[in-house]
């Protein structure tokens, strides 16, 4: 079969949408989503997403799925056996209309993780300081060593196998148990004195 374009186009939002699938040998080979809309946060008319439905079931070293605004990528996808996955870096890169890094995610198999006590979500201002880090391991917030499993801005939460817990803090003794303890030596002292004269 020769390659046909077919194109589709419907309103989802008050916003017009054309989908251009290319098909080849009975088999979807491309997409390009167009959005036209007037966006406040990317400053631009068209939003173009591209799909190769080809990289989607290989380790390609291109992007399965692409979407760009204007001339800049702000979403990259990576798939391995049409699940997210990639083995040299994050399976999703979300970036501002600036072209800065706005979101990495480690994915294997389909599921958030990464080996190597390193996290695998990485939300980064504009201005590329780190906002947040999260740590996963089989879809599931974890990490080991009372270490925590998720850094923000509010705060660090400790998670193992997807379940919050507090780590055990050595705190100083209360004034209560040291006057304890130091009752039982002035009593022990006492003892042993006592036993001496006998």
Request: charged share 30%; hydrophobic share 30%.
């Amino acid at each position: 079969m020769a390659e046909q374009t077919e194109q589709f186009t419907y309103y989802h939002d008050n916003t017009e949408v054309t989908l251009e699938c290319e098909i080849s040998s009975h088999k979807l080979v491309s997409i390009i989503e167009t959005s036209t809309y007037d966006s406040k946060s990317y400053k631009c008319d068209k939003h173009i997403s591209r799909m190769n439905a080809d990289r989607a079931y290989s380790n390609a070293s291109l992007p399965s799925i692409e979407k760009h605004s204007g001339d800049v990528c702000i979403v990259e996808k990576w798939h391995i056996d049409n699940k997210l996955s990639r083995a040299d870096g994050p399976a999703v890169t979300r970036r501002y209309p600036s072209g800065k890094i706005r979101k990495e995610r480690w994915f294997t198999a389909g599921k958030l993780n990464r080996a190597g006590d390193l996290p695998a979500v990485i939300h980064y201002a504009e201005d590329g300081t780190k906002i947040s880090e999260a740590w996963y391991i089989d879809n599931k917030l974890h990490r080991e060593g009372d270490k925590p499993a998720l850094i923000n801005a509010e705060g660090q939460w400790y998670y193992t196998n997807g379940e919050i817990y507090f780590p055990k803090v050595n705190k100083p003794p209360t004034i209560e148990k040291i006057m304890k303890k130091t009752e039982k030596l002035l009593k022990l002292v006492a003892d042993y004195k006592a036993a001496e004269k006998n």
